[in-house]
């Protein structure tokens, strides 16, 4: 099989098809090693990874109407392990009703929340903070695996906010405490999960393409390998991929014995099927593309979360990131103490918990816009807190900061072609902020601004920007469906050969952040490739 791309999914795949010695894969990926890469490695860096980086895809969105017209840098992982690489290593499921929801419009109960745990325990390997605290009370065991690949933990350096926060679930009825969003019941307030071992980030690929993984003798990986196209190779089938080194170097062609696994992110891969010639046939035609094979879908109705973060002044000189920011010798010596002993301030992303939380069920926004959630237990925005200003503070002062997502959003947008060259970024629009929907989720976290209503809309739409958890261009949907990209064993509608495996596959994009998910989706489908290669449909192959 040849898998591409070395992704979060991609990797998910080439680690579980690989682990039967007859199949041979090849992971083709568009960027460079993430070995070695400090703001990659360092947890506390993981803002620093993107945008604008060796590492990053740097895709800027088009002007979006919700923002003002601004256009704002959408960053997308150019690297082995993909976006979950360069991500924030926020660890969060989604609701059960995300993905019953999931198994509804795709009529595969497979889909299904119940289902789906097994993949969630595969990938998952649940493992305790670096300053080994007791973590009695901060999340629950019995809904966690800890036996997977992916390592994931909880803060391992305490944060002077974290009692506060802790504090507000026990003074305010509306943020509830909740021991672990992870549950499928993730509305109220708890300890941030995240994609970390041993103080250093876990991604895709420090955990699925582990040396003991990728040095097996059937599983290759070929970096800054460019996927330019999938090639027919018979009526209705794609089995070769094209690719090349940079726009000017030759393209190279391979042939897969059994699959083409395409996992290119929601970006990367509603390109590759439109430069293919699988998309919109008429506007593929007007580009000067050759239409293959007619989905309107494809690249339509994509979806992102809005995040909009703000900062407070606080009379504390402990926050966590000015010191450091304001501090060159502490912030060496914090890069010192990570280094040495993998502890200190760096082991952490820089969030300890977060709230999951819904607009007041007499809100006017029900009675204007209908519920965007997926049921009555799946929140419409989020709350993360964090003990500092993200990312460039002012010289002086200590801030508090929540950053504020419409997680069940509304909009849609599209990924659509501006010329027939696979070298050139497609136009990304993922619509944010558009609906009025969106503004009245992100308002209500800030009732108690003095701004009018006027001044507090203009604010949100100057400030806010993308969730960076952009889905759906290649949704599946039930078989026979009229609409949707892929079945939902995730083979492209109507062809043979090739099949999706990354979030661009997800029908709505899910109430959180969204490597988890991608991890379970990809965990389930090598069950399903499995299962088809080995002509045994009934039963689980792992
Ligand atoms: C900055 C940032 C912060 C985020 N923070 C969080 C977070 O804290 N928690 C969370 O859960 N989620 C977060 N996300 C989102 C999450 O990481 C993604 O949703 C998830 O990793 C997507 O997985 P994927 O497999 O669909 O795509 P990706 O992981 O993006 O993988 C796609 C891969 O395909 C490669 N590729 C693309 N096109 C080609 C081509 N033509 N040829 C060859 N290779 C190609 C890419 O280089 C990449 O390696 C964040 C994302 C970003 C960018």
Same mark, same amino acid.
């Given at each position: 099989a040849i898998i591409e791309d070395g992704g979060t999914a991609g990797n998910v795949v080439a680690n579980r098809l690989s682990e039967n010695p007859d199949h041979s894969v090849l992971v083709l990926e568009a960027g460079g090693s993430n070995a070695g890469v400090l703001d990659i490695i360092v947890p506390f860096f993981g803002p620093l990874a993107t945008p604008n980086t060796p590492q990053d895809w740097n895709y800027t969105t088009a002007p979006q109407v919700g923002l003002n017209g601004r256009s704002v840098p959408y960053p997308r992982g150019f690297v082995l392990g993909g976006s979950s690489s360069v991500n924030y290593l926020v660890y969060s499921r989604g609701s059960k009703e995300d993905f019953d929801r999931f198994a509804k419009v795709t009529e595969d109960e497979g889909w299904s929340w119940d289902r789906l745990i097994p993949y969630q325990r595969k990938n998952e390997r649940f493992s305790p903070p670096v300053d080994g605290h007791n973590t009695t009370g901060q999340f629950n065991p019995a809904v966690h695996g800890f036996h997977g690949i992916n390592t994931v933990s909880l803060a391992g350096f305490p944060s002077p906010i974290d009692s506060r926060v802790f504090q507000t679930t026990t003074e305010?009825?509306?943020?509830?405490?909740?021991?672990?969003?992870?549950?499928?019941?993730?509305?109220? /307030? =708890?300890? #941030?999960?995240?994609?970390?071992?041993? +103080?250093?980030?876990? $991604? %895709?690929?420090? @955990?699925? *393409?582990?040396?003991?993984?990728?040095?097996?003798?059937?599983?290759?990986?070929?970096?800054?390998?460019?996927?330019?196209?999938?090639?027919?190779?018979?009526?209705?089938?794609?089995?070769?991929?094209?690719?090349?080194?940079?726009?000017?170097?030759?393209?190279?062609?391979?042939?897969?014995?059994?699959?083409?696994?395409?996992?290119?992110?929601? /970006? =990367?891969? #509603?390109?590759?099927?439109?430069?293919? +010639?699988?998309?919109? $046939? %008429?506007?593929? @035609?007007? *580009?000067?593309?050759?239409?293959?094979?007619?989905?309107?879908?494809?690249?339509?109705?994509?979806?992102?979360?809005?995040?909009?973060?703000?900062?407070?002044?606080?009379?504390?000189?402990?926050?966590?990131?000015?010191?450091?920011?304001?501090?060159?010798?502490?912030?060496?010596?914090?890069?010192?103490?990570?280094?040495?002993?993998?502890?200190?301030?760096?082991?952490?992303?820089?969030?300890?918990q977060i709230a999951w939380l819904r607009v007041p069920d007499n809100s006017s926004a029900f009675q204007q816009a209908g519920d965007s959630a997926a049921g009555p237990n799946s929140p419409h925005y989020e709350l993360i807190f964090a003990n500092g200003l993200l990312l460039d503070p002012p010289p002086t002062g200590n801030f508090f900061s929540i950053a504020a997502l419409v997680v069940s959003p509304t909009s849609r947008g599209s990924i659509t072609l501006s010329n027939n060259d696979p070298f050139s970024p497609p136009i990304l629009n993922p619509s944010l902020l558009a609906p009025a929907w969106e503004n009245y989720i992100i308002a209500p976290a800030y009732v108690n601004s003095s701004m009018t209503d006027a001044e507090l809309d203009e604010f949100i739409r100057q400030n806010t920007g993308p969730g960076l958890h952009l889905a759906g261009s290649a949704k599946m949907s039930a078989k026979g469906a009229d609409d949707g990209v892929v079945d939902p064993d995730l083979i492209v509608k109507g062809l043979s050969g090739l099949r999706i495996v990354d979030l661009s596959v997800a029908p709505f994009i899910i109430s959180a952040h969204t490597q988890a998910a991608v991890y379970m989706i990809a965990e389930r489908d090598a069950d399903l490739i499995k299962q088809s290669w080995a002509g045994n449909k009934g039963k689980l192959v792992s």
């Open positions: 305010l009825e509306e943020f509830p405490f909740n021991l672990d969003y992870n549950s499928g019941l993730p509305i109220g /307030v =708890g300890w #941030a999960q995240s994609t970390i071992k041993n +103080g250093s980030r876990s $991604s %895709s690929a420090t @955990s699925y *393409l582990a040396a003991e993984f990728v040095n097996r003798p059937n599983l290759h990986v070929l970096l800054h390998a460019r996927v330019t196209r999938v090639l027919p190779s018979g009526l209705n089938a794609f089995h070769r991929v094209e690719f090349a080194q940079d726009t000017k170097g030759p393209r190279y062609t391979l042939t897969a014995k059994k699959e083409i696994i395409l996992s290119a992110g929601t /970006v =990367g891969t #509603a390109s590759i099927l439109m430069h293919s +010639g699988i998309g919109n $046939s %008429s506007t593929l @035609s007007a *580009l000067g593309i050759q239409p293959l094979h007619d989905l309107p879908c494809v690249g339509q109705e994509i979806s992102d979360h809005d995040l909009l973060g703000l900062g407070w002044l606080v009379n504390s000189n402990s926050t966590t990131f000015e010191t450091a920011a304001h501090n060159a010798t502490l912030a060496a010596e914090q890069l010192a103490q990570w280094n040495n002993s993998r502890t200190g301030p760096l082991v952490d992303n820089p969030l300890s």
